[in-house]
C-alpha cells in the first residue's frame, strides 16, 4: 500500500511541476500565477490552475499520465469554462497536440501562445461565441423536446415523468386488473419482487417509480433477462426475471411506492 501512495504521489509531484514549466512563459507573458487550491487528488486525476484578474487556466492530467486535458474561461465566479478542444475545432494548429502526457502539456501551451493570444490577453469574443452557442443548442433542444411532446400526445401515448432525466412514453395497454384478482385466478403464479433496501443509497422515505417495461404484457419473458427499469430521485437501476415465463400481470409506470413490493406475476 506504501508503495501505491508513493506512486501516486511522484505521479501527481511530477505532472505539477512540468505543467508548471510548461506554462512558464504563459504566465511570465500574460501575468498568470498558479492558484493555491484545496483538491482531493483522485488516483486518475490531478489538477493545477493558473489565473489573472481577467482569465483562468485548469491543467488536469488523466489516467497516470496518458492524457492530458485543459479547460479555460473568464476568472470570474460562476464563469463556466471551456475545454480547449472547442478552440482547435476553430483554430486549427498546423501540427496537432500528440504524445504522451507531457508532449501534450508542452504542446498544448505552445497552441495557446500561437493561436489563442487574444484570448490570454482577456479578449472575450471566444467565450461570447460560446455562449451564444450554447444558449441557441439549448433553445434548439427545447423547441425538439416541445415537437416530439405534442407528436407523441397526438399518436395516444402516455407521458411518464420520472424523478431524473427525461420522461419515458408509453403506449396505452389495455385496463389491467388488481393484483388480487390476476393473483386469485393464477395462485400459483411468480411474484418479481423489488425491494428498495437492497440499494446502497436507500433512504426508508425514498420513493421510487417504474419508469420503462421492457417487456409487455403477455410476452415470455426468460430468466435474468431485464424486464423494467426503475428510478428513484438518485439512482436508476435494473430489474431481471426471476424464472422464465409469461407476464401477466404488472405494476403500471408512475405509479409511486416506498417498501417492498411485488412488481410483476409470470406463469410458467
Known amino acids: 500500500m506504501q508503495d ?26 500574460f501575468g498568470l500565477k ?24 485548469v491543467v488536469e492530467g488523466v489516467n497516470w499520465g496518458m492524457n492530458t486535458n485543459i ?4 476568472n470570474a ?9 472547442q478552440l482547435i475545432k476553430e483554430r486549427k494548429p498546423a501540427i496537432p497536440v500528440e504524445g504522451n502526457q507531457i508532449d501534450q502539456l508542452y504542446g498544448y501551451s505552445h497552441y495557446l501562445m500561437t493561436y489563442a493570444a487574444d484570448i490570454l490577453k482577456g479578449e472575450t469574443n471566444f467565450f461570447d461565441q460560446q455562449e451564444e452557442l450554447a444558449r441557441q443548442e439549448k433553445e434548439d433542444s427545447n423547441k425538439a423536446l416541445e415537437a416530439e411532446s405534442t407528436r407523441k ?17 408509453r403506449k396505452p395497454r389495455p385496463s389491467l386488473s388488481t393484483y388480487s384478482d390476476i393473483k386469485g385466478k393464477f395462485p400459483q403464479s411468480i411474484e418479481v419482487l423489488y425491494n428498495p433496501g437492497d440499494l446502497l443509497s436507500y433512504a426508508p422515505s425514498e420513493s421510487a417509480i417504474i419508469s420503462n417495461w421492457k417487456i409487455d404484457l403477455n410476452n ?4 435474468d433477462e431485464i424486464i423494467c427499469e426503475i428510478c428513484t430521485d438518485k439512482v436508476s437501476v435494473e430489474v ?21 413490493i411485488c412488481i410483476a406475476l409470470l406463469i410458467t
Not at 498558479?34 to 487556466?57: A, G, Y
Request: aromatic residues 12%; proline residues 5%.
Open 4 to 29: 501505491y501512495y508513493k506512486l501516486h504521489a511522484d505521479a501527481l509531484y511530477n505532472f505539477k511541476n512540468e505543467a508548471r514549466k510548461a506554462f512558464s512563459i504563459i504566465c511570465s507573458s
Open 220 to 223: 415470455i419473458v426468460l430468466k
Open 153 to 169: 400526445l397526438s399518436e395516444g401515448y402516455l407521458k411518464i415523468n420520472v424523478p431524473t432525466g427525461e420522461p419515458v412514453w
Open 77 to 85: 465566479k460562476n464563469s463556466p469554462l471551456y475545454s480547449i478542444l
Open 240 to 260: 431481471v426475471a426471476p424464472h422464465t415465463g409469461r407476464l401477466i400481470w404488472l405494476l403500471e409506470e408512475g405509479i409511486v411506492f416506498k417498501s417492498p
Open 71 to 74: 479547460h479555460f474561461g473568464i
Open 34 to 57: 498558479e492558484e493555491n487550491i484545496v483538491l482531493t487528488e483522485m488516483d486518475n486525476l490531478f489538477q493545477i490552475r493558473f489565473s489573472n484578474h481577467k482569465i483562468r487556466i
